[in-house]
């Protein structure tokens, strides 16, 4: 990447909730970068939605808030376009300063899943489809963006609306060219069912570069909204009458030969892909706190509207949980629809690879796949609220063989300090809190 062009570059990780904390760092130094790092507390990437340090946490007064040292990932800097200065962003991680991993990295705790199964000579692809909304937030509430041709407020449901997608040429181009220059895979648009509602797919590659997609594209459509005199949010439900949004993720095992481990030549697809379905199963309800780490996420979980939330598999069926699309054999895969759109996109891919690989370790072996509307069954599912998520994944034995103590801990802590303060405010000012931060 050529840099004489931009005056700053931003140093960034993920944090738990899955926002950039980092800094803003003048050219001159960048050199030093792949040698020296940065240096920032431990803390940073734990701490809570606003920002605020998680009170009683270890990693504060009890360690005297020790710093780490952030290092450049594999993935390399990209540019910045929804900025008006020519700027970079160097996708960052963080280590202790003997250079192992700091457990409270998301993008460590995956990297640990992936080392399973590289440990089995196998390399994991996924893809992820981003469901956001773009929305006019410059009244006391949110309300759908004005059609930049009519000049007047969106209405109606325009799924798969080419007229829709049309109206947002201006925007949907604009975000393209910056994808194409962050090296974001973007795929094909469609207009969905909420007002101003929008999916963008991301193209398959390894799983990890996955998640920075995601992780990086979510930062990119709210920066370029703002340049379009929009907001963009991916808060699990905006609106309460309106279709909520998700991040549904596809993800394959390849052998060391490049074969695919889920294919068996044929619709039905090998013995381990139906271990790895049941480890998604076994994993639904321990994970709800990942698939919906915040109070808004709770109100998309409503049966009938479009978010699975029962345990249950199926084959090319869009109201099961797991879904096992169609398609040439050698492309098999497996499609797992319950986050909502405000996740973290480590801990997602990192929950539900784990508890894939727990279905293969165990040889667990899921019911039979469904037929017809998921919504009318009685099944198991999500856990109900977000207060016995948190505990359902505080103790469960399969998260635990997934992320480490630390990880655990420090979630967990993050999440109560949130039900807290968020209790302390009117319900018609939490979209505030979320709008832009998840």
Known sequence: MNFEQYRTFRVAAADLNGQMRGKRVPLASYDKLGQEGSRMPLSVLNVDIWGADIEDSPLVFETGDEDGVLKPTEHGPVPMPWLDSPSALVPMWMFHDDGTPFAGDPRHALRAVLDRYAARGWTVQAAVEMEFYLVDDTGHQLSAPQNPISGRPVFGNAILSIRQLDAFDSFLTDLYDACDAMDIPADSASSEAGLGQFEINLAHRDAMAAADDAWLFKALVRGMARRHDMAATFMAKPFPNDAGNGMHVHFSVLDENGDNIFDNGGPEGTPLL????????????????????????????????????????AYENRTAAIRIPSGPAKARRIEHRVACGDINPYLVLATILGSA?????????????????????????????????????????????????ELIRNFTMTKRQEIRRLAELPVEEHWKVYLETV
Request: net charge negative; with cysteine; charged share 15%.
């Open 274 to 313: 139906k271990n790895a379905v049941a480890g998604c199963l076994a994993g639904l309800a321990p994970g709800t706190l990942v698939w919906a780490p915040h109070g808004n996420s709770y109100e998309r979980f409503t049966p009938g509207a479009h978010a699975p939330t029962g345990a249950c598999w």
């Open 357 to 405: 690989l727990v279905g293969i370790e165990d040889g667990l072996q899921p019911p039979a796949p469904i037929t017809g509307n998921a919504y009318e069954l009685d099944l198991p599912g999500v856990m109900p609220d977000w207060a016995s998520a948190l505990d359902r994944f505080e103790s469960d034995p399969l998260i635990a063989r997934i992320f480490t103590p």
